[in-house]
Every structure is written in structure tokens, then in C-alpha cells.
């Protein structure tokens, strides 16, 4: 059974950095389309990026238009770790982020419709104005 952390929230002023990782355990990341999810107090949770398999590397992350340029999907299958690189933050960012893993072969494309088997426990995000 895959198991997924994610580290790397806290808290930030507007336009500041972080970088959210979501390391796997149990399982090889790089067969698992990766997608980051997040949810802010009071609301729903939202789809924000996907970092697709690295068997379908012809396919470039994706991203929801009010990340699109800010944030950054990747992933290092050495250390069997994905990343969201978060620059430019504001305080409309603040939420509890989460990652998530489904296998490529269940979902390779409209990445925030899949099913997801694994889900990390999530990390907190603060920006401050």
C-alpha cells in the first residue's frame, strides 16, 4: 500500500516562495500521474495541478488558470518525490494542500476528474497580505 507525504507549507507574505513535496513510500511514484489539490477554509476542495506519469513525459504538467505561471509541477523519480514549486503567492493561495497518486493506466489525461487512490495528509499554506 502506497503511502504519500507531503512537507514544505507554512506560512509566507504575498509574493513569497515555497515548495510543497510529496514523497511516496510503498509504491514507485513514476507510474502514478501526481495532481496537487487544495482547500481553503469554508470551501470546497479545488484541483490545482497535475504532474503527469513519467511514461507519458510527452505530457507536460497541467494547471489550473489561476496558478498558470506561478506554480510548477515536477517530479525527481530518484527520490521518488513530486514537487510544487509556488512562486508568487497570495493570500487567495491560503489552504491546506494535498497531494494525490492514481496509476497511469487509470488516468492519463483530465487529471482533475480521476479517481485517486492515494492521498497524502496534507499541508498547511498561509499567505499573508
Known amino acids: 500500500q502506497m503511502q504519500l507525504a507531503e512537507s514544505g507549507g507554512g506560512m509566507v507574505q504575498a509574493g513569497g516562495s515555497l515548495r510543497l513535496s510529496c514523497a511516496a513510500s510503498g509504491g514507485t511514484l513514476s507510474s502514478y500521474a501526481v495532481s496537487w489539490f487544495r482547500q481553503a477554509p469554508g470551501k470546497e476542495r479545488e484541483f490545482v495541478a497535475a504532474v503527469p506519469a513519467s511514461v507519458n513525459w510527452g505530457g507536460s504538467p497541467y494547471y489550473v488558470d489561476s496558478v498558470k505561471g506561478r506554480f510548477t509541477g515536477s517530479r525527481d523519480n530518484d527520490k521518488n518525490t513530486v514537487y510544487l514549486q509556488m512562486n508568487d503567492l497570495r493570500p487567495e493561495d491560503t489552504a491546506v494542500y494535498y497531494c494525490?497518486?492514481?496509476?497511469?493506466?487509470?488516468?492519463?489525461?483530465?487529471?482533475?476528474?480521476?479517481?485517486?487512490?492515494?492521498w497524502g495528509q496534507g499541508t498547511h499554506v498561509t499567505v499573508s497580505s
Open positions: 494525490a497518486a492514481v496509476h497511469v493506466g487509470y488516468c492519463s489525461g483530465s487529471f482533475w476528474l480521476c479517481d485517486y487512490n492515494y
